[in-house]
């Protein structure tokens, strides 16, 4: 196998998942990376008079990022699409209470988190508030790594069976803030820390993290522990892949696109969600700014093609049985087709002779993924993206164990490879 040409690392992402505990921060810190290397950000809410160079836009919590140094038009686009949220505990609205003489926040279940995974943490604080300054409304990251909170399981010896008990998701979440009831709820301390009147605190979009940072484990240290790896893994995979295919000296034959949309976990049915406009607009005014006409946007969209990037699962060792046994899928054995027949996956034949393809360029091995036809499949925002935009759209993913829990686990191999695999079907 020859070398791989990335520079993706499983350190590497690892950093880039300690540094963004939100969707806001995963935005934050591939803006950090691509305005390293010279991306510029553009607002929706102007002209897009420059048509050459690299570029990139926000709207909450997802990005758009591009490059097109020659700005050619008919230039079709081959786009790297994700997800930047991952299921988690989020503050309510009215967050202070008091129980059993305990000042505690009051917390939900964002996605399919995995309830039981969420107890006995220590938890961190972050998210983005809406401020009073001056009369105008602005946005403020917030991240605590600090262990503020935390979620205690019930003792084993107060369950019914001795076996644990299943969270409540309405009266088993609220996390112990402080032993003191009187003490400064949670609002009075996010205005002390931001430095402003709580009376100007006027909205906010808040979540819990684990604080222990990811590590590099095992007996061969091939393993990444680490939060959010479902779908920061494809966040900064493709990211590195955006970012060393624009090394190439020779320019790829399509502009090569990373697509990173928020609340894929509760269906993508928002503002800036896979299911909105987002995607679709951006590649229209990229067309328009080129000088092209809705009939050249609707002609590169037809040669356009979008790999859906989402985690697989890998077969689990103590579970072998709840996987399709002809199916079986490796830690460390490359990236990963994912087929569905009733459509909870967009890959059809066309998109995976594509992917396959890139693949073989990259020296990477790529493993075929099926679920069970006896359980419910997940989805990603592979079908909707194709339904949205009617692009050719082909799901792929990295392998890893426990999806969905506060703590999840992949090999270290798995990522420069994704990563590869990436950058070569960036290329075409």
């Known amino acids: 196998m020859p070398a791989l040409d990335t520079s993706a690392t499983a350190a590497g992402l690892a950093s880039f998942i300690d540094a963004s505990p939100s969707p806001f921060h995963v935005c934050e810190t591939v803006a950090g990376h691509l305005r ?87 938890l961190g604080l972050s998210g983005r508030v809406s401020v009073l300054d001056d009369g105008a409304v602005v946005e403020r990251l917030v991240k605590f790594d600090d262990p503020l909170l935390r979620v205690p399981q ?60 990811s590590r590099i484990v095992g007996a061969e240290q091939d393993l990444l522990s680490a939060p959010r790896l479902d779908n920061q ?11 060393d295919v624009g090394m190439d000296s020779m320019p790829p ?16 049915g928002s503002q800036r969600g896979a299911a909105s406009d987002f995607l679709a607009s951006v590649c229209e005014r990229i067309v328009l700014s080129r000088g092209g006409d809705r009939e050249d946007f609707l002609r590169t969209m037809a040669a356009s093609i979008c790999a859906s990037g ?9 579970y072998a049985e709840r996987h399709e046994p002809g199916h079986q899928i490796a830690l ?64 792929v993913g990295a392998p890893q164990l426990a999806m969905h829990s506060a703590r999840e686990l992949m090999a270290v191999d798995d990522v420069p490879m994704y990563s590869a695999a990436l950058q ?3 290329r075409g």
């Open 424 to 426: 070569s079907f960036y």
């Open 36 to 122: 390293d290397q010279g991306f510029v950000e553009l607002e929706e809410t102007q002209a897009w008079s420059e048509s050459a160079g690299s570029f990139f836009v926000r709207r909450g919590g997802s990005i758009i990022a591009w490059s097109d140094p020659v700005a050619r038009t008919g230039s079709p686009f081959r786009i790297v699409g994700g997800h930047t949220d991952s299921p988690n505990l989020r503050v309510k609205q009215h967050i202070d209470r008091v129980a059993a003489g305990l000042a505690t926040v009051a917390l939900e279940p964002y996605g399919g988190a995995w309830l039981n995974s969420w107890l006995d943490r220590d």
């Open 332 to 395: 460390g054995g490359g990236p990963v087709l994912k087929v569905n027949q009733n459509l909870r996956y967009a890959s059809d034949a066309q998109g995976a002779g594509i992917f396959e393809q890139a693949c073989r360029r990259a020296g990477v091995p790529l493993q075929r993924y099926v679920h069970r036809a006896d359980l419910p499949c997940g989805s990603t925002i592979g079908p909707i993206t194709a339904t949205r935009t009617g692009l050719v759209t082909v799901d």
């Open 154 to 213: 019930l003792a084993i010896h107060l369950s019914d069976d001795r076996k644990g008990v299943s969270p409540d998701p309405q009266r088993h979440l609220d996390a112990i803030w402080s032993t003191d009831p009187s003490a400064p709820v949670l609002l009075d301390f996010l205005a002390e820390e931001l430095d402003v009147d709580v009376e100007n605190l006027l909205g906010w979009e808040l979540m819990v993290h684990d604080v222990e940072p």
């Open 233 to 243: 893994t494809t966040c900064y995979a493709g990211l590195r892949a955006l970012l």
């Open 310 to 318: 989402d985690m697989a699962h890998a077969t689990h060792p103590n």
């Open 253 to 268: 034959r399509a502009t090569p696109m990373l697509a990173l949309f928020d609340h894929e976990e509760v269906g993508s």
